[in-house]
């Protein structure tokens, strides 16, 4: 896999992509054998969605700034801390940039549990984007994003995969919104781990 372009885990629904994903990343031990992930450096891991009320008073602002928290040595865990080290002035241009990036620069102030669930996932990814990671993982992105969400969801993180320097790995059981031809695609299925590459 690489950067410059989007790479794919697809398969079904309960195939252990996410699993992968997660161990990839360290989030989860490996059950065996040796994990090793290139580049080194910040990983992120963008989530289907974050379980909120709708009256949790977090705006979208606040999550994407929590990209900004502390992190462990390892690079790739929030270890609960305020963000440290980078004035005031810094972290909200860091914090507009992101937002910028995605589209969202006028929702900023909105309640994050308000947004739609396309909103949401490009709010999730401005989060992402905040930290500067070198590997960004996506989690369903699709996951509950109407039909022209999807487009727009879409096109986007074909452009910010194109544009980057980091890796963009997407885990999906669906390929059909994608709007170019992916650099890799890993397939789970009965015969186990298919990766194929269009470099």
């Known amino acids: ?15 252990g992509k996410s699993t992968l994903a997660r161990t990839l990343l360290g989030l989860i031990p490996a059950i065996g054998g040796n994990v090793s992930v290139r580049p080194d450096g910040p990983r992120s891991w963008v ?9 949790f008073p977090v705006s979208v602002r606040e999550i994407v700034e929590m990209g900004l928290w502390a992190r462990d040595r390892a690079g790739d865990r929030s270890i609960g801390r305020p963000p440290g080290g980078l004035p005031r002035s810094q972290r909200r241009a860091c914090v507009e940039e ?8 006028e929702s900023g102030s909105e309640k994050f549990a308000h947004l739609s669930g396309g909103q949401q996932r490009r709010a999730l990814l401005a989060r992402a984007l905040s930290q500067q990671s070198r590997v960004i993982v996506l989690d369903e992105p699709m996951a509950g994003v109407d039909d022209d969400g999807r487009q727009l969801l879409g096109q986007l993180l074909s452009t910010l995969a194109q544009q980057s ?10 390929t059909c919104w994608l709007t170019e031809q992916p650099s890799t695609i890993a397939t789970i299925g009965t015969e186990g781990l298919v990766v194929q590459e269009f470099a």
């Open 1 to 15: 896999m690489q950067s410059g372009g989007l790479n794919v885990i697809q398969g079904p629904n309960g195939c």
């Open 47 to 55: 989530p289907q969605y974050l379980p909120m009320a709708d009256d």
């Open 98 to 105: 992101s937002l910028r990036s995605v589209g969202l620069s």
């Open 165 to 174: 320097s980091s890796l963009y790995l997407v885990i999906t059981h669906d």
